[in-house]
């Protein structure tokens, strides 16, 4: 808790983040490094732009690992491409690895990041590069 309340987080924000961690990535250090971009957006006042979010919310048939730009329309808090900040509650029960990372973020230069079919996730420091590797590795 002392760690949580010395970068001025509470532990509901934890929770969410990690639960956010927990669905879009799949190993700690990814996971370490997803948490500071995301810890970061939130301090830039940025939207957080994940898809876990939104997936939450969608029916089974209707969930996809790259969501259509109709669904990143939707209304609702869940929807991190439309509203800023966490959503409004956990989208998972996370695990440990999970909460450890997201109270542990690992610093580093990116803002952006892709989780490829294969689990392995891809980093960007811009948004250029980002799309670039949307490009190469979403089709």
Not at 41 to 48: E, I, K, Q, T, V
């Amino acid at each position: 808790m002392a760690d949580i309340e010395r970068q001025n987080r509470t532990l509901g924000d934890v929770i969410i983040i990690a639960s956010i961690l927990e669905k879009e990535v799949k190993t700690e250090e990814y996971m370490r490094q997803v948490a500071d971009i995301l810890w970061r957006r939130m301090d830039a006042d940025m939207a957080l732009e994940v898809d876990s979010t939104l997936n939450y919310i969608l029916a089974d048939d209707d969930r996809r690992a790259s969501l259509t730009f109709d669904q990143l329309k939707i209304d609702s808090p869940y929807n991190t491409y439309k509203y800023k900040g966490l959503p409004p509650s956990p989208i998972c029960n996370p695990g440990l690895m999970a909460i450890r990372a997201a109270i542990f973020p690992e610093p580093n230069d990116y803002w952006f990041y892709l989780s490829k079919p294969d689990g392995q996730t891809i980093f960007s420091k811009t948004y250029e590069e980002h799309l670039r590797n949307k490009a190469v590795w979403l089709k």
